[in-house]
């Protein structure tokens, strides 16, 4: 990777906060209502309880509190029933989070989005999957935060030839996308970031630093602690397992922290929406152009017919089949196995969803190179299954550019 120098525009980036402002008087400054006298507090006290009220019921943890929940306090609680996260994976994962707040200071800022539109030269990827600037800069945020948490042996990032070896005794191993989608960036697309945890394999530490640092980063997905994605759209949601369910937290900008807003994701068995570059049609093998006709008019297990929804942003795009159901899918031969594929697939099945390569579940591969490519299908059950049953669905001539 070739050194680059930027230059750095200041953008205001708070620190993380541990102390919550009350409910109360976050609802008085958004719901008052400018009038006077005894009327305008009793309106502001109604409208305060029934803000509360709200938030409760959609964030309840069930510990018998007012129910706003943070990302650190979920963790620190076990992170899932039936789950037990020790301090250091806790630790991490603040780190992580205070990493996401500043790439989502940063892609918001109006002085950085030319760095969006600029790329450096890389020994891999196209050069539409050059890394731009703005990958470097949060690459470089999320190293550092990695290197403050002092909990990481090694980080292996898709903005790196190789892994960074960090710290001989740090219990986890890191795998990242920092910032997914950043050529959108300058048109306001939403972006990404992407990681994975695993734990330090202390049967490798006799080995050379690089070899160890290598070998670490490519564990099969099924081995994975913790992954997660941080989507920065119209709001900023950080969603993550701890490996017992999918929990989702909003970035509450008053306060500085991720509040629980989605427990315990499940995506639909099945659903309704297919969501893929369409202008590839003529590239598809017949077994998926089949499967595409035969949902779009109705004609396939399901006898409705799927809308088409596609973003061109991977987190985007699953974010909304998390929510909605249905199959996210790239089938050509470009998504990166450690980096997008696992992470994302070991999320995607704590909530009850399927993952596939088009032939075998993607956790069960094992990975043999930093930078494997793969197609990537995610979804319901039903859906990504009914797929798989058309046989030939990966795309393996024309992807259209080099890759």
Same mark, same amino acid.
């Given at each position: 990777?070739?050194?680059?120098?930027?230059?750095?525009?200041?953008?205001?980036?708070?620190?993380?906060?541990?102390?919550?402002?009350?409910?109360?008087?976050?609802?008085?400054?958004?719901?008052?209502?400018?009038?006077?006298?005894?009327?305008?507090?009793?309106?502001?006290?109604?409208?305060?309880? &029934?803000?509360?009220? !709200?938030? /409760?019921?959609?964030? @309840?943890?069930? $510990?018998? *509190?007012?129910?706003?929940?943070?990302? %650190?306090?979920?963790?620190?609680?076990?992170?899932?029933?039936?789950?037990?996260?020790?301090?250091?994976?806790?630790?991490?994962?603040?780190?992580?989070?205070?990493?996401?707040?500043?790439?989502?200071?940063?892609?918001?800022?109006?002085?950085?989005? &030319?760095?969006?539109? !600029?790329? /450096?030269?890389?020994? @891999?990827?196209? $050069?539409? *999957?050059?890394?731009?600037?703005?990958? %470097?800069?949060?690459?470089?945020?999320?190293?550092?935060?990695?290197?403050?948490?002092?909990?990481?042996?090694?980080?292996?990032?898709?903005?790196?030839?190789?892994?960074?070896?960090?710290?001989?005794?740090?219990?986890?191993?890191?795998?990242?996308?920092?910032?997914?989608?950043?050529?959108?960036?300058?048109? @306001?697309?939403?972006?990404?970031?992407?990681?994975?945890?695993?734990?330090?394999?202390?049967?490798?530490?006799?080995?050379?630093?690089?070899?160890?640092?290598?070998?670490?980063?490519?564990?099969?997905?099924?081995?994975?602690?913790a992954s997660g994605y941080?989507?920065?759209?119209?709001?900023?949601?950080?969603?993550?397992?701890?490996?017992?369910?999918?929990?989702?937290f909003t970035l509450d900008?008053?306060?500085?922290?991720?509040?629980?807003?989605?427990?315990?994701?499940?995506?639909?068995?099945?659903?309704?929406?297919?969501?893929?570059?369409?202008?590839?049609?003529?590239?598809?093998?017949?077994?998926?152009?089949?499967?595409?006709?035969?949902?779009?008019?109705?004609?396939?297990?399901?006898?409705?017919?799927?809308?088409?929804?596609?973003?061109?942003?991977?987190?985007?795009?699953?974010?909304?089949?998390?929510?909605?159901?249905?199959?996210?899918?790239?089938?050509?031969?470009?998504?990166?196995?450690?980096?997008?594929?696992?992470?994302?697939?070991?999320?995607?099945?704590?909530?009850?969803?399927?993952?596939?390569?088009?032939?075998?579940?993607?956790?069960?591969?094992?990975?043999?190179?930093?930078?494997?490519?793969?197609?990537?299908?995610?979804?319901?059950?039903?859906?990504?299954?009914?797929?798989?049953?058309?046989?030939?669905?990966?795309?393996?001539?024309?992807?259209?550019?080099?890759?």
């Amino acid at each position: 990777m070739q050194s680059l120098t930027l230059t750095r525009y200041p953008t205001p980036i708070s620190p993380p906060r541990l102390n919550l402002y009350p409910l109360r008087q976050i609802a008085a400054s958004v719901l008052s209502v400018p009038t006077t006298g005894n009327r305008s507090e009793m309106t502001s006290r109604r409208e305060c309880a &029934s803000f509360k009220s !709200l938030a /409760v019921g959609q964030t @309840s943890t069930g $510990d018998g *509190d007012d129910g706003y929940c943070t990302l %650190i306090d979920f963790a620190g609680n076990g992170g899932g029933e039936g789950t037990k996260v020790g301090d250091d994976l806790v630790v991490l994962l603040y780190h992580i989070q205070h990493a996401c707040k500043r790439i989502a200071s940063l892609v918001a800022s109006p002085f950085n989005s &030319s760095l969006g539109k !600029l790329s /450096v030269n890389s020994s @891999s990827g196209s $050069d539409r *999957d050059a890394p731009k600037p703005l990958d %470097i800069v949060s690459n470089d945020i999320v190293l550092s935060s990695l290197r403050n948490s002092g909990k990481v042996a090694v980080m292996a990032s898709e903005e790196n030839d190789s892994p960074t070896w960090i710290k001989d005794d740090g219990p986890y191993v890191v795998v990242v996308d920092p910032l997914d989608g950043s050529r959108n960036i300058d048109a @306001s697309i939403p972006t990404g970031t992407i990681f994975g945890i695993y734990n330090r394999l202390v049967e490798l530490d006799h080995l050379p630093v690089e070899e160890k640092a290598e070998l670490n980063s490519l564990q099969r997905g099924s081995r994975l602690l913790a992954s997660g994605y941080v989507l920065y759209s119209s709001a900023t949601i950080f969603c993550v397992t701890l490996g017992s369910g999918t929990h989702a937290f909003t970035l509450d900008h008053s306060t500085g922290e991720f509040v629980l807003t989605h427990q315990n994701i499940k995506i639909p068995t099945r659903g309704q929406i297919y969501s893929v570059n369409d202008a590839r049609y003529f590239d598809w093998p017949e077994g998926l152009r089949k499967y595409i006709d035969s949902v779009r008019q109705g004609k396939g297990q399901n006898p409705k017919k799927y809308s088409a929804r596609y973003i061109c942003s991977l987190v985007a795009d699953l974010h909304r089949t998390l929510l909605y159901g249905g199959v996210a899918m790239n089938p050509r031969d470009h998504l990166r196995l450690v980096y997008e594929g696992n992470p994302l697939a070991f999320l995607v099945e704590q909530a009850g969803g399927k993952s596939s390569d088009g032939k075998r579940g993607i956790l069960s591969i094992q990975p043999v190179k930093l930078h494997q490519r793969l197609p990537l299908f995610l979804g319901s059950v039903e859906d990504v299954t009914e797929l798989e049953s058309y046989g030939d669905v990966q795309q393996t001539v024309n992807p259209g550019y080099e890759v």
